[in-house]
């Protein structure tokens, strides 16, 4: 059954440093993989994803997440944040038609 | 285009009594599905439809119902509400249920079960 583990619940950092959200999944077959942005009282939006081909995925707004497959991992990560980057960001698994299947989230907060 | 809408945004229900949340597309999706948030949990699926007429259950279906009469509708019932039904729901749509295709999301109903 596939699962996801979003290693940190919260994530504090200055603005215009790096940051990396982490993710983990489990699966026994092949996956989708994404990573969706959630601002205060919204609903959520579609960041990024990996379908398959290159294993480095870019955002428009600067994130990347790159899949590793040996560590079954897809973290996300962005050089110099702002402080419009604060919100919640969920990683998400799916295995073929199934549904997808979300990671606990970890909030973003970018301090000035 | 609207893409997909959630009504009500907030609501305050009493134990015991029953409501609807209603959503509907624009978009021509066949695949919508109902999640719930709660903190510290991520989003968990409740009921999910693959088409008008066909429903199935997610991981966190009772206490709810769900039908699909037409392609844009899928609302969710809460028949008797208890207060572990707080929590915001999530309505969902893609083009279907296969590959990686973008699930789009509505923007959220608050529950509030007294």
């Known amino acids: 059954a596939q699962s996801v583990t979003q290693l940190d619940s919260q994530v504090p950092v200055f603005e215009e440093a790096p940051v990396e959200l982490r993710c983990n999944y489990s699966s026994s077959v092949s996956v989708y993989l994404f990573w969706y942005v959630q601002y205060p009282n919204q609903g959520l939006q579609l960041l990024l994803k990996?379908?398959?081909?290159?294993?480095l995925v870019e955002s428009i707004n600067g994130f990347e997440a790159e899949f590793n497959k040996s560590q079954t991992s897809f973290h996300l990560r962005k050089p110099s944040v702002h402080i419009s980057d604060t919100a919640e960001y969920f990683c998400a698994v799916k295995e073929g038609g199934r549904a997808l299947t979300f990671g606990s989230g970890t909030r973003l907060q970018v301090q000035p | 285009n609207a893409g997909v809408t959630q009504t009500p945004k907030f609501q305050v229900l009493k134990t015991g009594q029953s409501m609807t949340l209603q959503c509907a597309q624009d978009m021509n999706h066949e695949y919508m599905s109902w999640y719930r948030q709660d903190p510290g949990m991520g989003l968990r699926l409740i009921h999910y439809?693959?088409?008008?007429?066909?429903?199935d259950q997610g991981e966190v279906p009772n206490g709810y119902n769900v039908s699909r009469s037409t392609t844009e509708d899928f609302p969710l019932r809460l028949l008797s509400a208890a207060p572990s039904q707080t929590s915001v729901y999530f309505c969902?749509?893609?083009?279907?249920?296969?590959?990686?295709?973008?699930?789009?999301f509505g923007e959220g109903s608050w529950l509030t079960v007294v």
């Open positions: 990996y379908l398959s081909g290159s294993t």
């Open positions: 969902a749509s893609s083009y279907s249920s296969g590959g990686g295709n973008t699930i789009y």
């Open positions: 439809s693959v088409g008008a007429g066909i429903t």
